[in-house]
């Protein structure tokens, strides 16, 4: 009886046992491409990635996320890269700058660091960059042009082909040196070449396809400071010291990613020292949060992502200048800045340039007579323009009411938010405005076009991301019938300045032409867009850590990660 | 018993046909996985007509089950479309994710829930018959999400007073630890803690509630007073006569509860970031991977009508007169 009764505690107590042993030894299945390493934590750092990488070869428009470059910076090289002022550097892979050999016709060279080695053991070479131009220079294959008439003809998926494909002739001159032909002069000539390189002599082994499916599970090899260590899809990623690295060898041994996506999940990581550094979507609820972490530094930046609304040509009422002037002077941008941004910090700041962003080199306020708001002057010009309120408030004119629609992506918090005060604030100018979001990136298709429904809504809120190339990367944004110009503005005169820029080597002349540019848009008549303001970063990591500095271009803080020290 | 499990395996056949048809035609009627290639006016009719072919979609709809099903039976359930690996690696791996969650909060629930009814039964209306009941309430009510978010805050703050990490609050394990078997499994049952604890408190309320009742109506039958008019000693009544029997309707709810969270403990996992199977439906569907959802939808019935089937052979086991019937 007595063994009876102990029978009955030990089956339970025993289940408990199994099932802490089977539960806390599971897993592994997924470990198989592991390397465990030798290294502590200390000599490490654990990163809260918001996004795991889809591919290696993150240049693909599919698999472009910042998390994926962050990463894949440190394993692959660069020719150059931007310093978080905005300037471009020479990379690992670089021996100097580019260099214009001739002007006439117009010939750039580059040289690669004689050091550069593949882990493998192959140079880093010219036949690197000629395959990265022949997958991103928008040709079928081999520089042979897109033909229109063959619709199966798809170039290769490459993030931009900006510059790429104006060369006419790329010359590998020896292992270490390539020059390229362009049809004309492209002052940011110099940008080329700024992303991480795939090695093409794997590429090349692997197929027609490997561009976007040779890389998807691992870089397969290093010429970074870095390179793969164990990588559990959908959990982690570490990097580890690349020993045989050509350069200066990295300080931290590993840096491992952990993807966490949601930014109150990275504050509890780092509150409980589970992650060493977050990156996350700044939130005001999630700021003071970091700030309250002993030992934990946290730093706001204003990086060049900068939200605007974006007007459709299309919509009778905004075709009318007098009503983009009018919402352009009663939009009160200083208290969406008061409300949405200071909580971040105190330095925020209404953006009155659409290409250059506040604090880097050719910032300077366009806005001119139309910076303030002022509902009066917005009341007047819309009576002036025969704009006349209705029996319910909102204006009218030849029986079409003063009514638009915006759209946003939906889940967004700081950008609904912006929707809710722009409603109150157009109720004031008779304007009935009605939020028509969609989820997450399905907004894009609306406004882009990529859905039936395409082109139907009136005004858009959402964001471009300013760059070291602003010729390059602006044009197509306002230049007639542009694929980044979704409302439809268009103007002769705008176009030309934009092209006479591409084409100035001067940087100086380069940047009065855009500044001219943009001063043409801010015009009463013109008013594409009206930018709001730049958006917010929050870097926040153990002061322990040295050297760590946020970098708000789409280089991002890992941007010289290799210098990360621990100093205590 | 034998024949008992044949015939119950026998009726587990047909309804997981009938569920797989379902999880398909739904999955099918609910939209068009090529609608994005059409709106691109830069594909050509060839390129989607090549995809449809491929994809088996310019067949009839039972046509396109009869693949499906056949695959699935071989274990091919497709790729998926956001992680590029065949489908039923990544069920595979999550399911294991879940499965290591639930087993532990599962086990340990049944024991406690078990221990909490019976004691609660016995002595009835008593103070811890009063505080069980009280506490039971307490955490039934309780959102998911809510609990969880506060014993991750309790677990942070006993980690900063005991100056050592015990409570982890994402994943499973903690990536690149370089530790011995002690130190690895020490690390996996730090992370366990806290999301088991969410389950076990959510369901010991529900199951003590369950074996409370199930034994008070047992503990008032005539076996049970015949048991003790024949001079059995307390614990062998309840024990041997009482429980077994009390156990019957327990062991239902424990299988079903059981096949539905393997279905992802999604409020749980999304909390303390496990990528199991209801981060897995969430990001699935976000992603409109039609083959990965299909996927989800297959093994969720087919674990649903595994615990069933489990559910059954255990009711079997614990009631002989089931098994005869």
Known sequence: ?568 | MFSYILRRLAMSIPTLVVASFFVFVLVAASGDPLAELRANPGISDATINAREQELNLDEPLLSQYRVWATNAVQGDLGESVQFNEPVSEVLARRLGVTFRLVFLATIIGVVVAVFIGVVAAVKQYSLFDHGSTFLAFVFFSMPVFWLAAVLKDAGIRMNDRFGQTIFYTVGERTPNLDAGFIGQLTDRAGHLLLPSLTLILISVAGWSRYQRASMRDVLHTDYVRTARAKGLSESQVLGRHALRNALVPVVTVVALDFGAILGGAIVTERVFAWKGMGTLLIESLQNQDTPMVQGWLLASAVIVIMFNFAADIFYGYLDPRIRRA
């Open chain 1, 1 to 568: 009886m007595r063994s009876d009764r102990a029978l009955h505690w030990r089956i339970p107590a025993l289940l408990c046992v199994m099932a802490l042993v089977l539960a806390a030894c599971g897993g592994g299945d997924d470990d198989d491409d592991t390397s465990s390493t030798d290294e502590t934590d200390t000599q490490g750092i654990t990163i809260a990635a918001e996004q795991e990488l889809t591919n290696f070869n993150q240049n693909t428009s599919a698999d472009n996320l910042l998390w994926g470059a962050m990463i894949v910076r440190l394993v692959w090289p660069q020719m150059y890269f931007q310093t978080p002022d905005f300037k471009l550097e020479p990379g690992f892979m670089a021996d100097g700058p580019a260099e214009v050999v001739t002007e006439d016709p117009f010939t750039v060279r580059w040289k690669i660091n004689p050091d550069a080695v593949w882990s493998d053991g192959t140079p880093v070479s010219s036949d690197d960059l000629e395959y990265y131009w022949q997958s991103c220079n928008g040709a079928v294959d081999e520089g042979e042009p897109v033909d229109p008439e063959d619709p199966e003809a798809t170039a290769v998926d490459c993030v931009s082909t900006d510059g790429y494909d104006q060369v006419t002739q790329f010359t590998k001159v020896d292992e270490k040196t390539a020059e390229a032909v362009f049809s004309g002069p492209i002052a940011e000539f110099d940008s080329l070449f700024s992303n991480p390189i795939p090695p093409a002599h794997i590429a090349r082994a692997e197929g027609e396809d490997a561009w976007g499916t040779a890389f998807i599970d691992s870089p397969i090899v290093s010429a970074g400071p870095y390179t793969l260590g164990e990588y559990v899809k959908g959990e982690s990623l570490t990097l580890e010291r690349n020993e045989e690295f050509y350069g200066e060898p990295a300080n931290l041994e590993t840096i491992t990613f952990r993807f966490i996506e949601e930014p109150g999940q990275m504050v509890d990581a780092l509150r409980n020292g589970e992650v060493d550094l977050i990156y996350p979507q700044p939130q005001t609820d999630t700021i003071p949060q970091v700030e309250e972490i002993p030992d934990v530094a946290s730093t706001i930046s204003f990086g060049p992502t900068w939200e605007h609304l974006t007007f459709n040509f299309a919509n009778t009422a905004l075709a009318d200048a007098a009503v983009r002037q009018a919402i352009l002077l009663g939009t009160n941008r200083v208290e969406l800045v008061d409300i949405l941004m200071k909580p971040f910090s105190e330095e925020a700041t209404v953006l009155n340039n659409r290409i250059f962003m506040n604090g880097n080199d050719g910032y300077q306020n366009n806005a001119g007579d139309v910076e303030e708001y002022d509902i009066d002057a917005a009341n007047a010009v819309l009576d002036d323009a025969g704009w006349v309120e209705g029996s319910d408030g909102i204006r009218e004119k030849d029986g079409e009411r003063l009514a638009l629609r915006i759209i946003t992506t939906g889940g967004n918090t700081l950008r609904e938010d912006t929707e809710e005060l722009l409603q109150s604030q157009y109720a004031e100018l008779g304007i009935e405005l009605t939020i028509d979001n969609r989820p997450g990136s399905d907004a894009f298709d609306v406004i882009f076009g990529a859905e039936e429904t395409a082109a139907d809504w009136d005004i858009a809120l959402f964001a471009w991301v300013g760059t070291v190339t602003p010729a390059i990367s602006s044009a197509p944004v306002y230049g007639t019938g542009q694929g980044n110009n979704p409302g439809g503005y268009t103007n002769p005169e705008v176009d030309t300045v934009f092209a006479e820029a591409i084409a100035e080597l001067d940087q100086t002349r380069r940047f009065e032409l855009l500044n001219e540019a943009d001063a043409m848009m801010w015009a009463p008549t013109e008013l594409p867009d009206i930018p709001l303001y730049q958006k917010p970063t929050h870097l926040a990591y153990l002061d322990k850590y040295a050297n760590i500095v946020d970098n708000t271009t789409s280089e991002g803080f890992t941007w010289n990660a290799e210098q990360w020290e621990i100093v205590e």
